[in-house]
């Protein structure tokens, strides 16, 4: 995300519209937040703009206020900004244009999440590049759907089947007898692109075979159906729906909540949408060393090392989504349909995620990694 930042501010630099129109912020709203957080910026108080920020995918707060630092360090400082507007959602996004001593002038992004001690300021990114096409529109109760255009059977799928996704991709994070927390109904924007292509460069990626769908802000990006994959066109929708949904979900216990490791939410997400099913099951089996071979299988703490570096040894490194989905199965299967959401609350509470594991478990990570490693040998019976 950094490096995709400077990239647009170097391709920025050179245009020189005029100066937009400030929109003054008001008393208490996520525009004040973001203004105080732009105030400190300029003035280089970032001891101060650790205090404000909050955290994403990972990171605790002064990492994310350094990230924030080192996405905002190359164009030099900040001199002036404006907020241009802002769109409603969780998080709220505010629009801003700055101009930096080394780049004249940049439309950025800002998140602003509501906490219980007001608002809170998280990632700064460029907008989206959303291409000027036609998009096809439809919304349903909690989505709002941009189809590109040739694409209308994706549009009717998702009108038909997208409330549906959205409680398939809730349902792991609700307790049953509870009411339904506000963040579940605030709606999400779902762009489908006609190709992976398309989907990189509006989200500032480099293209990737892998990148099917990701969540942009409070949006759903995904490729058409049309893409061939080994995923459902659905199940895309309800795995990204799931990311979007557990961070919701972790800030609403926390403002500033503790990293959730990626085994547990791709776990979650695959698990959500059924995604080691079929075929893709078949070819994870086939993938499985011999008995003898066991100890080559990985622990949840290889897991946890495989989604942050790469690449990485073992026979099984192709297979990273596929052990988390798996470990995500047996865990829920073991301790419970909720076993994953009490996993993020103590992790969230503060324990590792190792003695989270032990927590839920009650036995050691090895006892757990053996029976797990056993099960997956049995072909993941009783699911
Ligand atoms: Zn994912």
């Known amino acids: 995300m950094v490096l995709a930042i400077v990239s647009v501010l170097a391709l920025s630099a050179g245009r020189q519209p005029p100066w937009p129109e400030h929109v003054g912020p008001e008393t208490g709203t996520a525009e004040e937040a973001v203004a105080r957080v732009l105030d400190l910026i300029a003035g280089g108080e970032w001891a101060e703009v650790t205090d404000l ?16 630092q080192l996405a905002l360090e190359p164009p030099g400082d900040l ?42 300021v998280g990632h700064v990114f460029p907008p989206l590049a959303l291409p000027s096409v036609n998009w096809l529109v439809a919304a349903t109760e909690r989505l709002q759907l941009r189809v590109w255009p040739g694409h209308r059977g994706d549009l009717d799928s998702l009108v038909r089947l997208g409330e549906q996704g959205f409680d398939q991709a809730l349902g792991p994070l609700l307790a049953g007898d509870e009411p339904l927390p506000g963040w579940a109904s605030v709606p999400v924007t779902v762009y489908v692109f006609e190709s992976k292509q398309q989907l990189g460069a509006a989200a500032h990626r480099p293209p990737s075979a892998r990148l099917l769908g990701t969540t942009y802000a409070n949006a759903v990006l995904m490729v058409s159906s049309a893409e061939r994959s ?11 729906l799931n990311h979007l949904l557990l961070w919701r979900y972790a800030r609403a216990r926390d403002p500033a909540p503790a990293a959730i490791p990626a085994w547990l939410s791709e776990g979650m997400a695959g698990l959500a949408a059924g995604q080691l099913e079929g075929r893709r099951r078949e070819d994870f089996f086939r993938s499985q060393p011999s008995l003898s071979r066991v100890l080559g299988l990985p622990t949840p703490g290889d897991l946890a090392e495989a989604f942050n ?21 047996y865990l829920t299967m073991r301790h419970g349909p909720d076993a994953l959401r009490r996993l993020v609350d103590m992790i969230g509470d503060g324990l590792s995620s190792a003695g989270a594991l032990v927590e839920l478990t009650g036995v050691t990570v090895e006892e757990l990694t053996l029976d797990w490693h056993g099960w997956l040998l049995r072909r993941m019976p009783g699911s």
């Open 230 to 240: 080994d995923q459902s066109f659905y199940q895309l929708l309800v795995h990204e």
């Open 309 to 329: 570096t790469s690449p990485v040894a073992g026979h099984w490194r192709q297979w990273t989504y596929e052990y988390a989905f798996a470990l995500a199965e």
């Open 79 to 120: 001199e002036r900004w404006a907020i241009t507007g802002s769109e409603p959602g969780d998080p709220v996004l505010v629009t801003i244009v700055c101009q930096f001593s080394r780049v004249p002038r940049v439309t950025l992004q800002l998140e602003a999440f509501a906490a219980a001690e007001g608002w809170r």
């Open 53 to 68: 920020v909050t955290t994403r995918h990972g990171l605790d707060q002064p990492a994310m206020a350094r990230l924030l």
